[in-house]
Structures are given as structure tokens and as C-alpha cells.
């Protein structure tokens, strides 16, 4: 059974950092894309970044600059560095792994971790 599991969110201040690690474990196939999502109150889920098997790297333009999405040479954990946050960062953080099963991709998703940004 495939597990996709957040961790590493918290309460910072402005201006502060934190580091968010998903590890995919229990699945036979391999990953695809990584990416990470975020959902605030009151609003709909929104992608944040992504990294490809190959290293290819894309980011939302409100977090471009500020967030560093990485992915560990075992492609079994990514990570999501976030510098300068700001209060409208606050929201519950999602991981995605689309993982290759054949010509077909299967996605998986984590129950996600909150990260709140106070002013």
C-alpha cells in the first residue's frame, strides 16, 4: 500500500524559514513528478511546485524565489525549503507523487501539514 506522508510544518514568524519532507514509501513503481500544493481557509487548493524525475524544477509565481523544491537521490522523499514567508503562506501543505505504473500515472496523496505564518 502506497503511503505519502508530510511532515514538518509549524507556526513562524515573518520573515522566518521551514522545511517540508514527503516520503513516498510501499509503491513498485517510480516517480514521475513530485510536487507540492497548498489550501488555505475559505479557498481552493492551489500547486505550489513541482520537480521531475529529471530534476526539472517549476514554481507558482506568488512563492518563485522564496521556496526551493528538492527531491533525494533515492526519488523516495521530496522537500519543499521556504525562506521569507509571509502571513499568506499560511495554509495546509499538500504533497502529490505521480508515480509511473506503465504508459499510465497513478497519483497519491498525503493527508497534508499545516504551516501558519504570523504577522
Known amino acids: 500500500q502506497v503511503q505519502v506522508v508530510e511532515s514538518g510544518g509549524g507556526l513562524v514568524q515573518t520573515g522566518g524559514s521551514l522545511r517540508l519532507s514527503c516520503v513516498v514509501s510501499g509503491s513498485i513503481f517510480s516517480v514521475n513528478v513530485m510536487g507540492w500544493y497548498r489550501q488555505a481557509p475559505g479557498k481552493q487548493r492551489e500547486w505550489v511546485a513541482h520537480i521531475t524525475s529529471g530534476g526539472s524544477t517549476d514554481y507558482a509565481d506568488s512563492v518563485k524565489g522564496r521556496f526551493t523544491i528538492s527531491l533525494n537521490n533515492a526519488q523516495d522523499t521530496v522537500y519543499l525549503q521556504m525562506n521569507s514567508l509571509k502571513p499568506e503562506d499560511t495554509a495546509v501543505y499538500y504533497c502529490?507523487?505521480?508515480?509511473?505504473?506503465?504508459?499510465?500515472?497513478?497519483?497519491?496523496w498525503g493527508q497534508g501539514t499545516q504551516v501558519t505564518v504570523s504577522s
Open positions: 502529490k507523487a505521480d508515480m509511473k505504473a506503465g504508459t499510465n500515472i497513478i497519483a497519491y
